[in-house]
């Protein structure tokens, strides 16, 4: 079962507007993580967030952490056309030992020229 | 620096069969992590190695395995390939581990089973 639930499941918006993705989870986090995916190739990157942070920014991206909702949100300003692709959240469970990633369903996002 | 490298990005095979991918991670990453990308199933947690040892492994059937090896590349292994099967499979490395760093993605196997 997925950890991370993203809401909403496909965004439409023009370029210039902003766009705002949720991210639900349901365990205790050592932190979350953001990744993009542009059609069907590898993830990248986008920000980290720990469990003691409420809100981090980078570029034109912005991420709130609400730990005691389990929730997290991903604001991306300005957008472009170069930002169409699938948004993913990652989060890890707070055990030892569990060394992986548990990804939502993502968020695909169009950017309308 | 070079980024995490997949071998082969495409792959055709046949029920029954079985299949090698290959994953080389950047260099200096030690833990390489497996997953599977499928439309109805999303993303789905192989299996992790660090320095040689499988550390977790996700809800997949035995017949997906793993290994890594001393130069931290790491190969997974289909066996008795079903339709089902068919999927993204993406490779990712990281300095440490995935949870407290960022991981690395490769372009991914696209794997058909006919």
């Known amino acids: 079962s997925q950890q991370g639930e993203e809401d909403p499941q496909a965004l439409s918006i023009q370029e210039g507007e902003n766009a705002t993705m949720n991210c639900s989870y349901k365990?205790?986090?050592?932190?979350l993580q953001w990744y993009r995916q542009n059609s069907g190739r590898g993830l990248v990157h986008l920000i980290l967030i720990r469990s003691n942070e409420r809100e981090k920014h980078s570029g034109r991206l912005r991420v709130t952490l609400d730990t005691s909702k389990k929730s997290s949100s991903l604001l991306i300003t300005a957008s472009r056309a170069a930002d169409t692709a699938s948004y993913f959240c990652a989060t890890d469970a707070k055990r030892s030992n569990d060394y992986k990633l548990s990804f939502g369903a993502g968020t695909t996002v169009t950017v309308r020229a | 620096k070079a980024g995490v490298t997949q071998t082969p990005r495409y792959l055709i095979k046949t029920r029954g069969q079985q299949v090698t991918l290959s994953c080389s991670p950047i260099s200096g990453h030690r833990s390489v992590s497996w997953y599977q990308q499928t439309p109805g199933q999303g993303l789905q947690f192989l299996f992790e190695y660090f320095s040689e040892t499988q550390r977790n492994k996700g809800n997949f059937p035995g017949r997906f395995s793993g290994r890594q090896f001393s130069n931290s590349r790491s190969e997974m292994n289909v066996s008795t390939l079903e339709l089902g099967d068919s999927a993204l499979y993406l490779c990712?490395?990281?300095?440490?581990?995935?949870?407290?760093?960022?991981?690395?993605f490769g372009q991914g196997t696209r794997l058909t089973v006919v």
């Open positions: 990712a490395s990281s300095a440490l581990d995935s949870q407290n760093t960022e991981a690395f």
């Open positions: 365990t205790s986090i050592n932190n």
